[in-house]
Structure formats: C-alpha cells, structure tokens
C-alpha cells in the first residue's frame, strides 16, 4: 500500500511540475511576441449615415409604419395627423 501511495504521489508531483513548466514557457512566448510583434488597434469605423431623403416604403412596410404611427399617437395622446414618421431604420 505504502508503494503504491508514493508512486502516486510522485506522479501528481511530476505531472503538476510538467503542467507548471509548460505554463511558464508560454507565458515567456507571448512575452516575447508582444515585443516582436506590439498590438495596433484598428482604426475605428465611421459610423454609418443614413440619406437624409425620405424612403420610399411600399408593402409589409406599410402596415409597420401603421402600427407604429398609432402607437406613438396613443402614448404621446395625439391624433396621427399632428406628426409624421419620416424614417424607420433597424441596428
């Protein structure tokens, strides 16, 4: 019993080193990399404009604009006629 408990523990202990030495030459890699080769951000993108004409809403569309045209009319306590939705665009 007393063997085979020792064997054991020096195989935790021999694969915990193993483990530990693989761990640290890969931190010194990415080190080294980081020097060799330093991070740039990329530019940052310019944020899409939409055209600031009307768009022409035919179909489906229609029945959106609906809806949310006598949504908005309810909530703020309008009538549809006193505002108008000009644009509609999804993220």
């Known amino acids: 019993m007393e063997a085979s408990f ?23 890699t990415i080190q080294l990399l980081e020097k060799l080769i330093p991070y740039e951000a990329p530019p940052p993108k310019a944020p899409h404009r939409q055209p600031a004409s ?3 809403v035919s179909g489906d569309q229609d029945d959106h604009v609906a809806v949310i045209t006598a949504t908005l ?16 665009s999804q993220p």
Not at 6 to 27: G, Q, R, Y
Not at 73 to 88: C, Q, T, Y
């Open 73 to 88: 009319a309810m909530h703020l306590g309008k009538s549809p006629d006193e505002f108008r939705i000009v644009n509609i």
């Open 54 to 56: 009307t768009p022409s």
């Open 6 to 28: 020792l064997s054991a523990v020096n195989v935790s202990i021999l694969a915990i080193a193993v483990i530990f030495t693989v761990l640290i030459i890969l931190i010194f």
